[in-house]
């Protein structure tokens, strides 16, 4: 489902790293599409398989995840985004540190050809009060 995230993998290794713990979110925005022959109803059901297999992985036990389908906009290519949300970077390099191998990766290997998140860019998100 999210295959995207075995290519930040690497990414991410460095922005442990170079990036402050923080209060700031770490929020990884992909861009995705289904197949045709899968329903928005299924996206959320997939995401929901992945979501629990993810929070088992070291540094995933409080991500958070939302699947975001357009109305009135205009997507392109796009059939629907999701957001994934660490509460801060320190647990996104965890998790993605552990990510190869893990049960979550599996759901993610056994859902590609329904779902694809081709695009995506992480995002640091400060809550504005």
């Not at 970077?89 to 990510?99: A, L, S, V």
């Amino acid at each position: 489902m999210i295959s995207l995230l075995k290519r930040l993998t690497v990414v991410s290794i460095f922005l442990m790293f170079a990036a402050p713990v923080s209060a700031d979110l770490a929020t990884h925005i992909y861009l995705c599409t289904q197949d045709e022959d899968v329903t928005d109803d299924q996206v959320e059901t997939i995401a929901a398989e992945w979501l629990e297999a993810a929070r088992k992985v070291e540094g995933g036990k409080d991500l958070e995840l939302y699947v975001n389908f357009p109305i009135a906009a205009k997507a392109g290519e796009v059939d629907f985004a999701m957001m994934l949300i660490a509460p801060n970077f320190e647990d996104w390099g965890k998790f993605m540190d552990n990510y190869p191998g893990s049960a979550a990766e599996d759901i993610d290997d056994k859902y590609e050809d329904d779902v694809d998140c081709v695009d995506g860019a992480l995002w640091e998100s400060m809550k504005v009060e």
